[in-house]
């Protein structure tokens, strides 16, 4: 099971980091360990992703240098931490994993398989 959490409300331009945890289990069975999130209205995206054994990180492009995937092995934690944070940041963001993912479907929901319930990242002005 995923458990996502830190989600909050901050200001545009602020940092925030929200983490992922595979209670009862470990992230090792996993090829990728990735973060979605999704607006009112629209589709789950793609935002950044992560190898869990070799740590190779990928990024969707409207978070390219703005926001940090990373693993901690000991803490079995995947946290994707975000910087300088816009509006169109607002979503809810969600943690996924996968076993047998290609790196070309990275970024399709529909490649994993396991799902954490999100957590919610406001932005206001």
């Known amino acids: 099971q995923l458990q996502a959490s830190g989600g909050g409300l901050v200001q545009a331009g602020d940092s925030l980091s929200v983490s992922c945890v595979a209670s009862?289990?470990?992230?090792?069975?996993?090829?990728?360990v990735s973060w979605f999130r999704q607006a009112p209205g629209k589709e789950r995206d793609f935002v950044a992703g992560?190898?869990?054994?070799?740590?190779?990180?990928y990024y969707g492009d409207s978070v390219k240098g703005r926001f940090t995937i990373s693993r901690d092995k000991a803490k079995n934690t995947v946290t994707l931490r975000m910087n300088t944070l816009k509006l169109e940041d607002t979503a809810v963001y969600y943690c996924?994993?996968?076993?047998?993912?290609?790196?070309?479907?990275?970024?399709?929901?529909?490649?994993?398989?396991?799902w954490g319930l999100g957590t919610q990242v406001t932005v206001s002005s």
């Open positions: 996924a994993a996968g076993t047998g993912i290609i790196l070309s479907s990275i970024s399709r929901p529909s490649a994993y398989g396991y």
């Open positions: 009862g289990g470990t992230f090792s069975n996993f090829r990728y």
């Open positions: 992560i190898n869990w054994s070799g740590g190779h990180t």
